[in-house]
T-cell receptor
Framework: DQQVKQNSPSLSVQEGRISILNCDYT??????FLWYKKYPAEGPTFLIS?????DKNEDGRFTVFLNKSAKHLSLHIVPSQPGDSAVYFC???????????FGGGTRLMVKP | ETGVTQTPRHLVMGMTNKKSLKCEQH?????MYWYKQSAKKPLELMFV???????ENNSVPSRFSPECPNSSHLFLHLHTLQPEDSALYLC?????????????FGPGTRLTVL
């Protein structure tokens, strides 16, 4: 049973608009969440993270929101750029020393 | 060279072959990981090494055999694989083990088992 789920396998957005990628989790012990971005033929690269003591973390065009009661996090990209087209994975861990559990990924396509 | 490198990038092997995947990290990290990504499935953690010691084996079949001779190098030895083992194998490293330390990934080895 998947503990981290990304229910949208793909998302298409116009350049300049906002991209919202969603992630749901079931394990209430998860307390640290990350987003990774993956281009074809490359490994995932770290994008942004959030600890469960926060509900928002912002880094430039990227903002991650965490709703602990709903066990839901989202990644907002604004404004979206064609170079943002990639597969985005959310991941979660349950405390220091615990391993990452990944979602299945969402393919984002930003159209010029 | 910087970051995490993996060789080969592509590998085709028969079910009776023996081959090895290599991973090298140039980041001074102490933890290294092997992940498997099958089509339409999430990344699955296979093995974790911390300071050259294996700390996690995620119920991986014995036909996959990891080796970590030092903190910079990680191998995955493959023998008598099955076609369902065809996948992208990703190596990662982090300063220490644990999700709070960002993991840096290599580009992966695309494995096809015939």
């Amino acid at each position: 049973d998947q503990q981290v789920k990304q229910n949208s396998p793909s998302l298409s957005v116009q350049e300049g608009r906002i991209s919202i990628l969603n992630c749901d989790y079931t394990n209430s012990m998860f307390d640290y969440f990350l987003w990774y971005k993956k281009y074809p033929a490359e490994g995932p690269t770290f994008l942004i993270s959030i600890s469960s003591i926060k509900d928002k973390n912002e880094d430039g065009r990227f903002t991650v929101f965490l709703n602990k009661s709903a066990k839901h996090l989202s990644l907002h990209i604004v404004p979206s750029q064609p170079g943002d087209s990639a597969v985005y994975f959310c991941a979660a861990s349950a405390g220091a020393g615990n391993m990452l559990t990944f979602g299945g990924g969402t393919r984002l396509m930003v159209k010029p | 060279e910087t970051g995490v490198t993996q060789t080969p990038r592509h590998l085709v092997m028969g079910m009776t072959n023996k081959k090895s995947l290599k991973c090298e990290q140039h980041l001074g990290h102490n933890a290294m990981y092997w992940y498997k990504q099958s089509a339409k499935k999430p990344l699955e953690l296979m093995f974790v090494y911390n300071f050259k010691e294996q700390t996690e084996n995620n119920s991986v079949p014995s036909r996959f055999s990891p080796e970590c001779p030092n903190s910079s190098h990680l191998f995955l030895h493959l023998h008598t694989l099955q076609p369902e083992d065809s996948a992208l194998y990703l190596c990662a490293s982090s300063q220490e083990t644990g999700g709070a330390d960002t993991q840096y990934f290599g580009p992966g080895t695309r494995l096809t088992v015939l």
